[in-house]
């Protein structure tokens, strides 16, 4: 269509003063140039020479390609490419080509060199970089692209009438303000769109524009369907050589603005109504200070009426709060507005209450401030309601913050809001250094499923719950803690918060566990001193007669005989212990040398350690004097030495046993390599009939236990499977 050829014309028009433009920028590139000179050898092109300003942008140094072939200083597939350029130059052909070499877009050209007899000696070439024409193309399309979205997209409507007031083309927007489609109004003169009382106007203002005046003014057209459409226009005369080639014209639909304007006057009435009726003070100040209107809330709140205080300043600011006031209106006037600050005001009757005040400033039709307005709404109830409140927080928080139970809040996800401080002194960790995460951390690996099963119970529930959890503190022991948590519900139902209260049990655990092993060993001791005495008499019947049968055995028989008698004898061993549970105290104690004692039991249970190749090594020092009862103790090292000798009886090692003095006590230990105690296992050694061996009774540790315990001392266990097991045993001296 001859329209659109208008329109490219006009494009073309637009490039060609850019391009000219152009031309100097790419001139100006010239000068970031290289130029080069290349061999080949062995079908490996090497640089000769290669120097110019555009190596330094290329990053490199100016000697850096001379004399080196070209995949020695350039990226591998760089290199490629231009072999493939240099192989084709090599046949005689110039080669132009453009490429980017990191991150420099430039333009190349290399072309052979013959020698006398015609033939391809070397390849010169140069390279310029194309940075500046590459933004200048990429400018000129993004201008280009801007102006034809700008015309095609703009909201406004925009068109071309040429001289004799006939369109050339028209923007997408002035079919939706007229109803014409492009094709229906290209050619046709403007005014039979005028309506009629209109057009001498617009045909006055048409005239005016050809003679190279810009106008803005108001008109009024019909629509294709017929109704009127009301126009701001603003025609522009486009010169092209000095003449006025056509007239460029942009058009808004203001129809909805002057039904606007019609509205006004009653949306005013109607805020004037709403500002009278409001519930909240409001008044209007000139830049005095003085009072020019207020609504009847206004004389409610202060008990003023508006004919009192009209022209004069308003007594209602307390005296400590002036200078505060006045620096805040000063600003006011500067154009600032603030919004919902909280002060005192002062009635009438000299009473104060709480107010609730934003200041906006006021201005004229030409944006001079005139003056400010102050809405203010009474807060004094609710500000007597949060200082009562406030006051309530601060006896909860000294509560929260000086008891010893563990306070925490936690949100709905499981994050910490809250630890009270309680948490250092108990656990040694800071208040508020947990996360989301780490909290979960210091749960013992048994307890937290166990926990996060009973949180999500109680988000469920919203009912409380109660359980106790191991935690780890900041030493790494760790402690029993009885947790209670409670559910938080907002007003929708919903599960807000957790709240958990947690106490430290651990020492009382300790001591209910150590209640529950004295019940037993009471017990135990009770039933050992009943039974003893009634087993040991046919005990003692039964061996006799055994071994008088086994004098009179046969051969055959005899090795049943021999077997009863072990078992008796296993009978016998099992009663002694017993009878050592009845025993409460050290009978026979005295002043013994460890050393000696341990030696002893050493040398008795050497035969066996020999069987299985065990070696002892005491390490004992001199003069390790202790009041005791030797032979209980000599029980004892017998029983922890048996135990190592037993673990390590697959193959032999070595059990070392050393004795030290040290400040107030006497330390005794006995360390094997053999198959070690899980650690799931140590903490019940010692309990009655809990044993690790396939034979054991389950008594041997325990009365070592109760000996130990008689002679005020210690035993420590450690241990680790397949390494090894340390008893320690601590006595103080004597």
Request: net charge negative; aromatic share 8%; with cysteine.
């Amino acid at each position: 269509m001859n329209h659109s050829k208008s329109q490219t014309s006009q494009y073309k028009n637009r490039k060609a003063s850019l391009a000219k433009t152009y031309e100097f920028e790419v001139a100006d590139q010239v000068q970031d140039s290289l130029m080069f000179i290349v061999e080949k050898k062995e079908s490996t092109y090497h640089f000769i020479t290669c120097q110019g300003a555009l190596l330094q942008k290329f990053g490199y140094e100016d000697d850096a390609f001379n004399g080196k072939q070209i995949d020695e200083c350039l990226p591998k597939y760089h290199a490629i490419r231009r072999a493939i350029s240099y192989d084709r130059a090599w046949e005689g052909n110039s080669v132009t080509y453009e490429d980017t070499l990191n991150g420099i877009p430039y333009m190349g050209a290399v072309s052979p060199v013959y020698d006398e007899k015609g033939e391809v000696t070397r390849l010169q070439g140069f390279c310029v970089d194309m940075s500046k024409k590459k933004r200048a193309e990429e400018k000129l399309k993004e201008r280009e692209y801007y102006f034809r979205t700008l015309f095609n997209y703009h909201p406004d409507g925009i068109f071309t009438l040429n001289k004799d007031g006939r369109f050339l083309f028209i923007n997408p927007a002035v079919s939706q303000i007229c109803g014409y489609d492009e094709h229906e109004l290209y050619q046709t003169h403007f005014m039979p769109l005028i309506v009629p009382e209109e057009r001498q106007k617009a045909e006055d203002f048409f005239h005016r524009a050809k003679q190279g005046e810009m106008l803005h003014f108001e008109t009024s057209v019909f629509h294709k369907d017929g109704h009127q459409i009301d126009l701001q226009v603003t025609n522009i005369p486009i010169n092209i050589d000095g003449e006025i080639h056509s007239i460029y014209g942009i058009v808004k639909d203001i129809s909805c603005r002057k039904k606007s304007e019609k509205e006004l006057h009653h949306l005013r009435h109607r805020i004037a109504s709403m500002i009278y009726q409001s519930a909240d003070s409001i008044a209007v100040f000139d830049l005095k200070n003085h009072l020019i209107s207020a609504n009847p809330a206004f004389e409610a709140f202060y008990g003023w009426t508006e004919e009192e205080l009209i022209g004069k300043t308003v007594p209602y600011i307390p005296e400590e709060e002036l200078k505060t006031y006045l620096h805040i209106i000063n600003k006011v006037k500067k154009g600032e507005k603030f919004t919902g600050l909280e002060s005192t005001r002062i009635r009438k009757d000299g009473t104060k209450f709480y107010v609730s005040v934003t200041f906006s400033p006021l201005h004229d039709e030409d944006g001079d401030i005139i003056g400010y307005s102050a809405i203010t709404r009474d807060i004094h109830s609710q500000k007597i309601a949060q200082e009562a409140l406030r006051k309530k927080n601060e006896q909860y928080q000294i509560i929260t913050e000086h008891t010893m139970d563990l306070i925490s809040v936690f949100n709905a996800d499981g994050q910490i809001m809250y630890s009270s401080p309680s948490h250092y002194a108990v656990l040694g960790y800071e208040s508020g250094s947990f996360t989301d995460l780490e909290w979960t951390e210091i749960v013992h690996p048994e307890d937290l499923p166990d926990l996060l099963k009973s949180i999500a119970n109680l988000k469920n529930s919203k009912q409380s719950m109660k359980m106790e959890v191991r935690v780890k503190n900041s030493e790494g022991q760790w402690l029993t803690l009885e947790t209670y948590g409670t559910a938080v519900v907002n007003h929708k139902e919903e599960v807000d918060s957790i709240v958990t209260i947690s106490r430290d049990i651990t020492e009382r655990k300790k001591t209910e566990d150590f209640l529950r092993k004295s019940e037993k060993l009471a017990v135990l001791g009770q039933l050992a001193a009943g039974i003893a005495h009634e087993i040991r008499n046919p005990l003692t019947s039964l061996k006799g007669f055994t071994h008088l049968l086994r004098a009179n055995a046969s051969e055959e028989e005899h090795d049943y005989y021999q077997i009863m008698l072990s078992e008796l004898e296993r009978i016998n061993t099992i009663v002694g212990e017993f009878m050592m549970l009845a025993k409460p105290q050290p009978k026979n104690v005295k002043k013994n040398d460890i050393g000696r004692v341990l030696k002893e039991a050493a040398s008795l249970l050497e035969a066996q350690a020999n069987l299985h190749s065990i070696e002892f090594i005491l390490d004992l020092d001199s003069e390790l004097f202790l009041e005791c009862e030797a032979d209980q103790l000599k029980q004892v090292f017998i029983n922890l030495m048996k135990n190592g000798i037993e673990a390590m009886e697959d193959d032999g090692k070595l059990l070392k046993i050393k004795a030290k003095k040290e400040q107030d006590a006497i330390v005794i230990s006995f360390k094997d390599d053999g198959c070690g105690i899980p650690q799931d296992k140590i903490d019940h050694i010692g309990e009655p009939f809990y044993t690790t061996k396939e034979k054991g009774t389950g008594l041997g540790m325990m009365i070592c236990n109760k000996i130990i315990e008689n002679h005020n001392g210690k035993l420590e266990i450690e241990s680790e499977v397949d390494k090894g097991t340390v008893v320690t045993l601590t006595f103080p001296k004597a």
